[in-house]
Nanobody, 121 residues
Framework: QVQLVESGGGLVLAGGSLRLSCAAS????????MGWYRQAPGKQRELVAR???????DYADSVKGRFTISRDNARNMVYLQMNSLKPEDTAVYSC???????????????WGQGTQVTVSA
């Protein structure tokens, strides 16, 4: 069973920085794309940033130039460095991975439990 576990959320003042981490664990799996989504109260979940195994990235327009996604493929980890945070970045941030599970021969979208990021003005 593959699991994703996030860490690094918290409360920060506007203009500050946070770094989120996500680790994938389990056995007999390989990961394709990994990324981060967020959901603010009363809003739909949206893509924040995503990175393929080969390093191609995709960012939401609202975070370009402020957030940076990175991966450690050997450790099955993905990171999100968030700088110049704004109150509108407040949301639950969830790690996402496109995982090929070799035990059941299926590719699935996996999600972490989410971590709260709160940016105060």
């Amino acid at each position: 069973q593959v699991q994703l576990v996030e860490s690094g959320g918290g409360l920060v003042l506007a203009g500050g920085s946070l770094r989120l981490s996500c680790a994938a664990s389990g056995s007999r799996f390989s990961i394709n794309a990994m990324g981060w989504y967020r959901q603010a109260p009363g809003k739909q979940r949206e893509l924040v940033a995503r990175m393929t195994t080969k390093g191609s990235t995709d960012y939401a327009d609202s975070v370009k130039g402020r957030f940076t996604i990175s991966r450690d493929n050997a450790r099955n980890m993905v990171y999100l460095q968030m700088n110049s945070l704004k109150p509108e970045d407040t949301a639950v941030y969830s790690c996402n991975a496109n995982v090929y599970d070799r035990e059941i021969f299926l590719t699935r979208e996996m999600w972490g439990q989410g971590t709260q990021v709160t940016v105060s003005a």
